[in-house]
Nanobody, 124 residues
Framework: QVQLVESGGGLVQAGGSLRLSCAASERTFSTYRMGWFRQAPGKEREFVAAISWSGGRTYYADSVKGRFTISRDNAKNTVYLQMNSLKPEETAVYYC?????????????????WGQGTQVTVSS
């Protein structure tokens, strides 16, 4: 139900950084958690990070802990993903998503609204 638009993707060298942005429509009253997922060609979409919209509690995939930071600006209806020390294997399309569930796992099926995705390419 919420509309999402990602931006900030691009080409970066291994070890570099990118900050992704996800602008949501003003209709965020039904959103409990915002998340970032990524999908490489031929692979399943995987969870990267998530944040509760109101409380700001964060969740991270083990593979990105210590390198990625998710944050949100409620006034701007925007969520960010700061990605540092990027690795070539993290090349993928990154998607912003929203979950209306107060209690949820980080499964793809728990997130009901999705952005169009933004390409992140990490060169070696």
């Amino acid at each position: 139900q919420v509309q999402l638009v990602e931006s900030g993707g691009g080409l970066v060298q291994a070890g570099g950084s990118l900050r992704l942005s996800c602008a949501a429509s003003e209709r965020t009253f039904s959103t409990y958690r915002m998340g970032w997922f990524r999908q490489a060609p031929g692979k399943e979409r995987e969870f990267v990070a998530a944040i509760s919209w109101s409380g700001g509690r964060t969740y991270y995939a083990d593979s990105v802990k210590g390198r990625f930071t998710i944050s949100r600006d409620n006034a701007k209806n925007t969520v960010y993903l700061q990605m540092n020390s990027l690795k070539p294997e993290e090349t993928a399309v990154y998607y912003c998503a929203a979950s209306p569930l107060p209690i949820a796992t980080m499964k793809v099926s728990d997130f009901r609204s999705w952005g169009q995705g933004t390409q992140v390419t990490v060169s070696s």
